[in-house]
T-cell receptor
Framework: GAVVSQHPSRVICKSGTSVKIECRSL??????MFWYRQFPKKSLMLMAT?????????EQGVEKDKFLINHASLTLSTLTVTSAHPEDSSFYIC????????????FGNGTRLTVT | DAKTTQPNSMESNEEEPVHLPCNHS???????IHWYRQLPSQGPEYVIH???SNVNNRMASLAIAEDRKSSTLILHRATLRDAAVYYC?????????????FGKGTRLSVIA
């Protein structure tokens, strides 16, 4: 079945540094990928929609200059958390839909970011 | 997207069936009912979806009320690995390639 791979699964960084998270669709092409964030014991919150070859669309309240999204190919989207702060510590999850607009969404296994 | 209501938590004994309810009284005619689950420290995974008729797959069954205002996800024989948060989500078939909007879901605990 369709697989979405996310890397790294876990990262610890210092305040002020930047962290890049990769999301790959392994056996299908994804013109659109979605990035979510999840705080402990909370549900997933949509951050942005990543569009191949064009700018990402950000949800209200998500700073586009802080969470840089690049979707340079049909199988790869990256999320870079710039100048990370401890409050950015969270579980980041990407997803994509394989084929057909009513197909299920496939999710990566998430990236646990800890900013010290 | 129309709203869904689920119990915050449920508990089941291992190897017994589990019925996870979902209310969606404002569902529209073109809304599909999707179920996803999220195991601890993992991304969500697709479970099942349907429109009007009951659906079965290797993971679960989906029973949809005749008026479509509620549905029930049925795990026929719960295992410890089924402990997860289960999300019931409505999605309009005409919504294009849009993301899913997650509610709070039901946290299922399975007791050995």
């Amino acid at each position: 079945g369709a697989v979405v791979s996310q890397h790294p699964s876990r990262v610890i960084c210092k305040s002020g540094t930047s962290v890049k998270i990769e999301c790959r669709s392994l056996d299908f092409q994804a013109t659109t990928m979605f990035w979510y964030r999840q705080f402990p014991k909370k549900s997933l919150m949509l951050m942005a929609t990543s569009n191949e070859g064009s700018k990402a669309t950000y949800e209200q309240g998500v700073e586009k200059d802080k969470f840089l999204i690049n979707h340079a190919s049909l199988t790869l989207s990256t999320l870079t958390v710039t100048s990370a702060h401890p409050e950015d510590s969270s579980f980041y999850i990407c997803s994509a839909r394989a084929t057909g607009l009513n197909s299920p969404l496939h999710f990566g296994n998430g990236t646990r970011l800890t900013v010290t | 997207d129309a709203k869904t209501t689920q119990p915050n938590s449920m508990e089941s004994n291992e190897e017994e069936p589990v019925h996870l309810p979902c209310n969606h009284s404002t569902i529209s005619g073109t809304d599909y009912i999707h179920w996803y689950r999220q195991l601890p420290s993992q991304g969500p995974e697709y479970v099942i979806h349907g429109l009007t008729s009951n659906v079965n797959n290797r993971m679960a069954s989906l029973a949809i009320a005749e008026d479509r205002k509620s549905s029930t996800l049925i795990l026929h024989r719960a295992t410890l690995r089924d402990a997860a948060v289960y999300y019931c989500i409505l999605r309009d078939e005409n919504s294009g390639n849009t993301p899913l909007v997650f509610g709070k879901g039901t946290r299922l605990s399975v007791i050995a």
